[in-house]
C-alpha cells in the first residue's frame, strides 16, 4: 500500500460515502493497529500515523520505528481489511445518524416499501425509515408505492445500522405544512405561537402577525379556504381551528375555545388554573365534543381551563367556603380568601404550598400541617365516594343492560306463538263463513204448531 493508493482510497470512501476524510485516516490507522498487533503481540505498543498530505504511511513498535512497506507487508492484511470495513460502517453509520438527527421535527417525503403488522417501512433517500402505526393519523389508509409527507421523529443507533422513526401524528407535521402552504409563515411576518393536536380529529393553531396590515388569520385560511383546505386533505380531514395568539391570557383563553362564547375568565394564578364562565347555552360547545374543545385550548394556552357556568360557580363557591370553615384550625376569612385564589375543593387545598398557605393565614408551620393532613384525609374520601358512585353507576347501567336483553327475549318468544294463535282463530272464522246454506238453515229454529196454526187461521 503506497502513499498515491492510500490517498485515492481516503478519497474514493469520502466520495461514495459520504464520510469526512480524517475519520478515514483514523479508520486505516486504526486497521493498521489492530493488524500489526496480531504479528507483534497484542502487549506491543504499535504506534501508525499516516500523513495527511502525502499519504506517506510511518509505524514504530515499543519505539523503534518499523519499516512502512515490510511493516504493511508482514501483518495481516485480511485483519486489517475486516477492520478497516467495520471502521467504514460505523462512521457511515455515524453520518447518517448526524444528518437525520438534524432533520428532527422536519417534513420529509417518502415513499412506502412495505407493510410489516401495521408499521409502515418507508424509503427515504439513503435509508429505510419506520412509521409505527402509533404514528401514523388514526383511520387513515396508505398503500404501497404511496408517496407520504412525515417528519423525523427520532433517530437512534442499532448495531451497524441507523434506525429513523417517522411520524404523521406529531404537532410539528402541522407546523410545517403551514410553513410550507402559507409563504407569510415562511417569510417570518406570522408566526405560529402554539400549537395543540389530537391527531385524526381536531388541532388548534395559535398565530401572530408582525405586520399590522396583514391579517394572520385570514392570510392562513386564504380565499375562500383554499390554503386550508391542502392542509386539511393532507392530514385525512382533520379538522384545524386557527386562532389569534395575545399575550393576556384573559384574551387568549377566550379565542383558543372558539367557536364557542365566553363570558368571563377567572385566573387562579396559584393553581395555573382558569375558571372560564360561559352561558348554559355554551357549555357543551366550549366543552366540546368529548371534552375535546377544552383540551385543545388547556394544551395550546397552557392553563388548566376548567368550564363552568355562574349557577356551577356559585354553588362551587358556597360548597368550598362551608367545607373549608369546618377544618381544624381554619377560619371563616381563611377559607374566603382560599376561595378568592381559585381552592375550590380538598384536592386543591392538599396540593397548597406551606409557605402560602402561612403567609395567607399567618399560621404556624404546625397549623399548616394540621390543615393539610385534614384536606388529604377529605380529598381521599371524596375520591372513594366518587368511585363508589361510578360502580354503582356502572353496576346500575349493568342490570339495565341485563333487564333490556331479558324483555327483547321474552319478546322474541312471545311474538311466534301470539302469530300460532292468530291463525287457528282466523281459521275457525273462515270456517264458519264457509258453511254450507242447509247447515244454516239446519241451526235456525223450525217454528212450532202454534204459530203453523196461527198463519194458516191468519
Not at 389508509?141 to 404523521?168: D, Q
Not at 392538599?350 to 393565614?361: C, T
Request: hydrophobic content about 40%; proline content about 3%.
Amino acid at each position: 500500500m503506497n502513499a498515491a493508493e492510500v490517498l485515492r482510497i481516503v478519497d474514493a470512501i469520502h466520495r461514495d460515502k459520504n464520510i469526512e476524510k480524517e475519520i478515514v485516516f483514523e479508520g486505516i490507522e486504526a486497521a493498521l493497529v489492530s493488524a500489526a498487533k496480531k504479528h507483534y503481540g497484542e502487549e506491543a505498543d504499535i504506534v501508525v500515523d499516516i500523513d495527511r498530505e502525502s499519504g506517506e504511511i510511518s509505524a514504530s513498535c515499543d519505539g523503534e520505528p518499523l519499516d512502512s512497506e515490510e511493516t504493511v507487508g508482514r501483518i495481516g492484511a485480511q485483519t486489517a481489511k475486516q477492520v478497516m470495513i467495520q471502521k467504514i460502517r460505523e462512521a457511515e453509520r455515524d453520518a447518517l445518524f448526524d444528518e437525520y438527527t438534524e432533520l428532527v421535527n422536519d417534513m420529509i417525503s417518502g415513499v412506502i416499501h412495505r407493510y410489516d403488522g401495521g408499521a409502515a417501512t418507508v424509503q427515504l433517500t439513503n435509508v429505510e425509515a419506520i412509521l409505527p402505526r402509533s404514528e401514523q393519523i388514526p383511520g387513515e389508509t396508505h398503500h404501497v408505492n404511496e408517496r407520504i409527507r412525515c417528519t423525523v421523529y427520532e433517530v437512534r443507533k442499532s448495531g451497524s445500522r441507523v434506525k429513523v422513526i417517522l411520524s404523521r401524528a406529531h404537532p410539528s407535521l402541522v407546523q410545517r405544512l403551514f410553513e410550507q402552504e402559507i409563504p407569510e409563515i415562511a417569510d417570518g411576518v406570522i408566526e405560529i405561537k402554539a400549537l395543540a393536536r389530537e391527531p385524526g380529529y381536531r388541532s388548534k393553531i395559535a398565530v401572530i402577525s408582525s405586520d399590522p396590515r396583514v391579517d394572520c388569520v385570514g392570510a392562513c385560511v386564504g380565499v375562500r379556504g383554499n390554503r386550508i383546505k391542502n392542509i386539511v386533505d393532507e392530514l385525512a380531514g382533520e379538522r384545524i381551528d386557527i386562532v389569534r395568539w395575545d399575550e393576556n391570557v384573559e384574551s387568549l383563553i377566550p379565542n383558543a375555545l372558539q367557536p364557542a362564547e365566553v363570558e368571563q375568565v377567572i385566573l387562579c394564578r396559584m393553581l395555573g388554573r382558569a375558571i372560564v364562565l360561559v352561558r348554559e347555552d355554551q357549555l357543551s360547545l366550549a366543552i366540546g365534543r368529548r371534552g375535546q374543545n377544552v383540551r385543545l385550548a388547556t394544551k395550546l394556552s397552557g392553563w388548566d381551563i376548567e368550564i363552568m357556568t355562574q349557577e356551577e360557580l356559585a354553588e362551587s363557591i358556597d360548597r368550598a367556603v362551608t367545607g373549608f370553615s369546618a377544618l381544624d384550625g381554619m377560619t371563616i376569612e381563611l377559607a374566603e380568601r382560599l376561595v378568592e385564589e381559585g381552592f375550590l375543593s380538598y384536592d386543591d387545598l392538599s396540593i397548597i404550598e406551606p409557605d402560602h398557605l402561612m403567609a395567607m393565614g399567618e399560621l404556624t408551620e404546625e397549623q399548616v400541617d394540621v390543615i393539610v393532613s385534614q384536606a388529604e384525609e377529605k380529598a381521599e374520601e371524596a375520591e372513594a365516594a366518587a368511585a363508589e358512585a361510578r360502580r354503582m353507576k356502572r353496576e346500575q347501567e349493568r342490570l339495565e343492560a341485563i333487564e333490556a336483553e331479558i324483555a327483547a327475549q321474552e319478546a322474541a318468544a312471545k311474538g311466534p306463538a301470539a302469530e300460532a294463535e292468530a291463525p287457528a282463530e282466523d281459521e275457525g272464522a273462515a270456517a264458519e263463513s264457509e258453511q254450507p246454506e242447509e247447515a244454516v238453515a239446519e241451526s235456525e229454529p223450525k217454528p212450532g204448531p202454534d204459530q203453523a196454526t196461527g198463519e194458516e187461521g191468519s
